[in-house]
């Protein structure tokens, strides 16, 4: 968590010791454990889970409240900012210990009116909100395991920078939200008028007394649906619960609540064909289209924008902190610079265990595309073969998969041989090193333990036969490249779902102690019915009808703090969290500032290159033909060619008397030819220079050149000669 840099140093207490840092980060653990098991329904499987519950609450308030204690003698409680009741972070610790309090003494009173009902002690179970704050304790975890400080100017920055623009996207929703509430207010308002019998009484509406499906009506005349007879268009009196919240238009907080939720794109229509109905179909269709195209497409896409700008931003401004200190190389993908009979190559590491016989055309035959290509193939037959099996439901299931588990025992014993081979080849430390070899050999474990007729007829190790399909990902570069530019930075985009599943943990705890106690409502009494609820909301699918669900079984004086619970949650998850992950995966994809910045200078220096302009004594060689007579010399290294120069450059590199070189010392055929011109120039230079014009005249000059530098050289150097 980001914590301002303390003005005075630490003191080296007790405090500071590890194993006290591990026993808050234990009581933490166990706090949030407690607080997710602790309901009615939960305690009553074990009769003894709620004395153990109450034990272990029990220790984690001592716990918490010997650290405050300490920390109130060290720092004080108003000595300076990082005193117990002034810095921020020590507040919140002191508010967790109340609520830590408050709670084991709610418990404590409800066993003690269990083991003495003589008493007449009152309890009620919605008195369990008091436990919602406790789910916030994981706060102070995740402060204990991510430690590292900022300082408070870059904090203050920080926010500057992100918080302007998520401030006005924010502006800008509320703006068309209360916008579009304030409109549907003045176009629909009440639409209380349905199809039902000429005998309904409309104080007392039974869903005899309906259509069939419900249908929303208009007065003859009014521009709506008209009601075909017997039925008849008669206005209900029906409180919100009845008519389902959803689809109201009767007040601004019960229309702002209906834009929400049709802007989420999740059962608008229905609302859409209820205005239609209602009102002129005109009406209906401007309101909701414009709304869909500027809330759920113009508004969420620009939140997504402003979160990935924002990204981008924090990434930029603290890139020398996110950089990684250390370079982790895998052992699997270590090469080297090695110059070959072909040039300079890049060879893999494990090239030097490549032996004389047969382990050396074993290695070259595990390396060769075409055993590469018959992997692939097994691989994707096997795939094929799994994905044809098809369950009937009868007898004939058990004979079918009796003939595949013997088609699987035959691909398991092939990919079985395929890693003993490599295992043999390069020896155990080496592959056991290289993370593609780990994957296939828990591959072949997994597959052979399938084989074993009591875990396959149960399907216990059938993932692993499934989980082969990986391997194609490592036969396609392109494929490879494209995950691992996704998937490697597992800090950025592991923290973020560490964050999501911390967030929804927190929301499904508090949900948790908020609704177990209200009646009709099932989705609240463990644990894991409220993370699945909570992760349905994320999710999107049917969250409407689950949100009229729990407001139609809440009282109705929390009906409005309810629904702005949820839609405050659905609104973080929807438009923050998630667009969290859009930028997390778009930053990935980016290439690295050092990456960019050098890609940058070279377009550049391209860019300059191609829009100089040629002095005018060079413009002539433009003129030249583009395939000039060609001459090949031996000896020369086709790696270093020798590169196009002006004669006024290599005059530099002329030496006028040179002295003789051994025989034995090998002869740099550049600067052979470079002295030997020089040489020529000086002995010819009161001569006057003559330029010939033409294939035959050029020709001709370069072949007596030639023929005099071949002369000289095998005069000094008889082991070398020149092939015209």
Known sequence: MLTN????????????????????????????????IHT??????????????????????????????????????YRDSDSLLVNRWAQ??????????????????????????HLGLPYHDTLAVVRSVRPFIIIRLLRLIINFKLPKHRIEQLLKRSSQQVQNVTVFFVFFMAFYAIMGIQLFGRMDYHCVLDTTDPNNVTIADLAIPDTMCSQPGGGGYECPAPMVCMRLNM???????????????????????????????????????????????????????????LVKNVFIAVITETFAEIRVQFSEMWQKKEVTVDDGFKQKLEKTEDGLRLIRMDDELALEGRKQKLQAFLRSMAFQGLVIFFVLINAVINAS???????????RRRYYWYIEIGFTILFNIECLSKILCFSWGPFIKRGIFKFELILCIGSSLNLIPYFYDRNYFTYFQAFRLLRLIKASPILED?????????????????????????????????????????????????????????TQEGWTDFVVEVLRATPDGVVPFVAIYFVAYHLFVTLIVLSLFVAVILDNLEMDEELKRVKQLKAREATTEMRSTLPWRLRVFEKFPTRPQMVRMKKVDSEFPMPKVRDSFTHQFSIEH???????????????????????????????????????????????LLEWVQQMICYRNPQYFVVI
């Open 658 to 704: 040179a002295e003789p070189e051994s025989p034995d010392m090998e002869v740099d055929m550049t600067k052979c030819v470079f002295r030997l011109a020089a040489s020529r120039r000086k002995n010819y230079r009161t001569q006057p220079h003559v330029r010939h014009i033409g294939s035959n005249s050029m020709k001709a000059s370069i072949a007596n």
């Open 92 to 117: 919140f610790d002191v508010f967790m210990l109340f609520s830590h309090w408050l709670s084991w003494t709610l418990h404590s009173y409800r066993i003690l009116g269990d083991q003495l009902p």
């Open 389 to 399: 099996f098809v369950h009937k439901h009868d007898e004939s299931d058990r004979i």
């Open 239 to 297: 409180d919100a619960k009845t008519e389902g919240f959803y689809g109201m238009f009767n007040d601004f907080g019960a229309s702002v609540f209906t834009v929400y939720l049709a802007a989420s794109e999740e059962g608008w229509v229905y609302v859409l064909y209820d205005c239609m109905d209602s009102l002129p179909s005109h009406l209906a269709f401007i309101y909701f289209l414009t709304l869909i195209f500027f809330l759920a497409w």
């Open 5 to 36: 840099t303390p003005k005075r140093p630490a003191n080296k207490d007790y405090l500071d010791n590890v194993y006290v840092e591990t026993a808050l980060k234990t009581v933490c653990i166990l706090s949030l454990f407690t607080v997710c």
């Open 482 to 538: 494209f995950v691992w530019k996704i998937f490697s930075p597992g800090k950025k985009l592991g923290g973020l779902v560490i964050f999501t599943i911390t967030f929804v943990i927190i929301a499904s705890a508090i949900s948790l102690q908020l609704f177990n106690s209200v009646p009709h409502l099932d989705h609240f009494h463990t644990f894991p019915k409220a993370f699945m609820s909570m992760f349905q909301i994320i």
């Open 40 to 77: 009615p329904q939960t305690l009553a499987v074990w009769w003894p889970l709620g004395y153990v519950v109450w034990a272990i609450d029990g220790i984690c308030v001592l716990i918490f409240t010997a650290d405050i204690l300490a920390r109130a003698f060290r720092d004080g409680f």
